[in-house]
């Protein structure tokens, strides 16, 4: 799995996070890591961005990002708006394709969920993961809604021959209600993938030292981990 492609069911569900996670695990274990960011929309050229964010948090990454949009929009949106050339699906792939020649693991990051358009001409992340044939993990939430768009996002990697990696909750709360425990056991079934791991909410505020200390356990042995699915509570009922 030298490529490994992460998107989320939507916007605000914990991936920029949980590639940190991702990373910091892989970095444990002794693998070299590269974090590609496609497409980089509301930050300032002056601001830190989501790679930033992950070598914040895991360390020693090489981070890339291809194309930066100021405004807090789809990638094809912010890129007219903006009146920039956009990012490409082959570009995401020539890049990624050639970080995993110098590196174990590449993380490509997307921009909000699955179908979210690169261009004017429709490309989007699931096109570059077709180019690489690379493996998708997806993020998703924890509560109520998360089974239906994680379901929608899994047909659409199904309906297009990209393999499902898995599926990790982005933000695990510290107070889980009813559906969220319930979840626990049915976003397996919809999404025919395992789950592989759930970030406590808040993680991405510890001080980076505790971060990667703690990041392995969040995760399954799958992404580097010692997450334990049974003893999160995987097979209790709910």
Do not use: Y
Not at 30 to 59: C, F, I, S
Not at 163 to 168: K, S
Not at 189 to 196: E, K, N, Q
Request: with cysteine; proline share 8%; hydrophobic share 50%.
């Amino acid at each position: 799995m030298p490529v490994l492609v992460i998107t989320g069911t939507g916007t605000e569900v914990g991936k920029t996070v949980t590639t940190a996670a991702v990373a910091a695990a892989a970095l444990a274990a002794g693998r070299t890591v590269a974090v590609l960011k496609a497409a980089q929309t509301g930050v300032r050229p002056d601001e830190p961005g989501d790679a930033d964010e992950v070598a914040r948090l895991a360390g020693a990454v090489t981070k890339a990002e291809l194309a930066r949009f100021p405004e807090p929009l789809a990638p094809a949106t912010a890129a007219r708006r903006a009146g920039l050339r956009p990012v490409r699906p082959a570009e995401v792939a020539d890049a990624a394709a050639k970080l995993a020649t110098e590196h174990d693991l590449v993380l490509v990051e997307g921009a909000g969920g699955l179908l979210v358009r690169f261009d004017d001409e429709g490309g989007t992340l699931a096109d570059a993961a077709a180019l690489l044939r690379a493996p998708a993990l997806v993020v998703a939430s924890a509560g109520l809604g998360t089974l239906n768009t994680t379901d929608l996002t899994a047909r659409e990697l199904s309906r297009r021959g990209l393999d499902l990696a898995g599926v990790v909750i982005g933000s695990w709360p510290d107070s889980p209600d009813l559906a969220s425990r319930c979840n626990l056991a049915d976003l397996p079934d919809v999404s025919g993938a395992p789950l592989l791991g759930a970030l406590p909410a808040g993680v991405g505020g510890l001080a980076p030292v505790d971060f990667r200390a703690a990041a392995p356990g969040w995760l399954a042995p799958r992404l580097d981990g010692t997450w334990d699915a049974e003893a999160f509570g995987l097979r209790e009922a709910p």
